[in-house]
């Protein structure tokens, strides 16, 4: 069966804890449209309590177990509800990725000095002070927890940097200095280099703190069976550190581990330099493919689109691609906006759930709806969908993208999808496979009626509406 992913949240998620049971209600439908993994956001106590999504880690070990931070559970609910939610997923042949963030961590119990320098930020191998002492919030002792699970904690030493100096109340960025500190050197080179992003950042480097998240990472795996991780930001985080952890996980685990990395550039030859400097060890977000779709959803009937699938991640490395349309980052709002909006998200849709290469994650903001920013749900739309890639997305694919407005492809097991953005009906001719000849498809989305005959040579005339989507199924 195809294996396709939900992102099973979106950025405002109400923080009333009810998210976890929400899952638990929903596998088995989610599991009946075709949903095998789910990309669950991160799970551990943040910064910010019950109101961080999580990104802003402040304990790893804590997954809604123990008071810290304001509250025993986190923004989702309580790690009971987490495991549960996990194991009716489980039961509903469900795979769950687990949200990764060890870039940074952010609400740290308490102050040390430390030594840095200055550097400029849009520069950050540019050091702009001597060396100086500043009063960082780099102390993580975790008191909530009792040394329960790990008696490690966190201080400057574990750190490359921070934003925020409490002696001199000043922000900016402050690059540790001493032996074996200093920037990673294999990352980003956005700004100079990008190890820096936010909040207190985790020297990955450091041989005590590969341990340390080595065994977080093991206990992880077995407290709550997870399957596999989508990693956050790893363009700020030592290309070698994710290719070991991984490796080392899998060999450890004898799990397969199916794991996705956010690399956020929409430049291919950056992903893919990536891919090849991580070895393959895991797949990253076509991220050149979603701006691609938030151009023909901003430019509509202006967007040719021919250029669709042009410097995507899916053209030189589908084997290493994951396809989104939309995430929590480039909703409404966000640090990344770049919302693909109804004008084209459902053609975006048809392109990721029916082609072969990738696996593609359906955005929960799309499924269910983002009251927040007054989204609607797509549910209805996407589950046909959902259901054309389940039953019948297999096979060899056969591309048409011959016209601006009006492209198609075809699956030979018995698929064939147009989307088009013009405002004329289109209609093309398209091979599916000679072995279906006389069969009878139609379209699963409604959007057209009627059945298409598949002629005897194999070819079908297939139809689509103006600025629409279809996906002729076999009958
Ligand atoms: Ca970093």
């Known amino acids: 069966m195809n294996k396709t992913i939900m992102q ?10 009810g998210h976890w049971n929400f ?10 449209v075709g949903i095998n993994t789910l990309w ?28 810290q931070k304001g509250a025993v559970r986190t923004k989702y609910g309580t790690k009971d509800q987490y495991i549960e939610a996990i194991a009716e997923a489980h039961k509903n042949n469900i795979e769950i990725l687990a ?15 430390v030594k840095v320098v200055k550097v400029d930020p849009a520069n950050r191998n540019n050091k702009i002070s001597d060396e100086y002492d500043i009063k960082a919030w780099t102390k993580f002792n975790f008191p909530g927890r009792n040394n329960k699970y790990s008696d490690f904690k966190w201080n400057w030493e574990h750190f490359n940097g921070v934003d925020w100096d409490e002696n001199k109340k000043e922000s900016a960025i402050f690059e540790f200095t001493g032996i074996g500190k200093g920037w990673d050197q294999d990352v980003d080179s956005e700004n100079g280099n990008y190890d820096y992003l936010m909040l207190t950042d985790v020297d990955v480097s450091s041989p005590v703190v590969y341990e340390e998240l080595l065994k977080w990472a093991l206990w992880y795996i077995e407290i709550a069976n997870l399957d596999g991780f989508r990693l956050d930001a790893v363009k700020h985080i030592d290309y070698e550190f994710f290719t070991r952890l991984i490796n080392d996980l899998r060999t450890i685990t004898k799990k397969e581990l199916f794991t996705v990395g956010e690399y956020w550039s929409g430049d291919t030859n950056v992903l893919k330099k990536y891919v090849e400097e991580t070895c393959h060890a895991f797949n990253i977000f076509d991220v050149p493919l979603h701006y691609n779709f938030f151009s023909a959803a901003k430019e509509k009937g202006n967007y040719d689109l021919r250029s669709l699938k042009s410097n995507t991640l899916i053209s030189c490395k589908p084997e290493n691609s994951v396809t989104f349309v939309n995430n929590h980052d480039t909703q409404p709002g966000q640090s990344l906006e770049s919302f693909v909006d109804k004008s084209f998200s459902l053609q975006a849709y048809t392109f990721i759930l029916t082609r072969q290469e990738g696996v593609p994650n359906v955005f929960f903001g799309d499924y269910y709806g983002i009251p927040n920013n007054n989204i609607a749900p797509l549910k209805d739309e996407l589950d046909k969908l959902l259901k054309a890639r389940k039953d019948f997305a297999y096979g060899v694919q056969h591309d048409y993208f011959d016209d601006a407005h009006v492209v198609g492809w075809t699956r030979e097991d018995g698929l064939a999808a147009l989307i088009s953005n013009g405002n004329d009906d289109g209609c093309i001719k398209m091979f599916v496979s000679e072995k279906l000849s006389g069969k009878n498809f139609v379209d699963i989305t409604g959007n057209v009626q009627g059945e298409i005959k598949i002629a005897e040579d194999g070819n079908g005339d297939f139809k689509v509406n103006g600025n629409s989507y279809s996906v002729w199924c076999m009958v």
């Open 40 to 67: 669950l956001p991160p799970a551990y106590k943040g910064g910010g309590g019950i109101n961080d999504t999580g990104y802003g880690v402040y304990d790893l070990y804590d997954l809604g177990e123990f008071d």
């Open 99 to 113: 949200d990764i963030v060890l870039n940074q961590k952010g609400g740290a119990d308490d102050t040390e000095w």
């Open 23 to 32: 899952l638990k209600e929903h596998c088995k439908q989610l599991s009946d």
């Open 8 to 17: 099973f949240f979106e950025w405002y998620l109400p923080s009333d804890g």
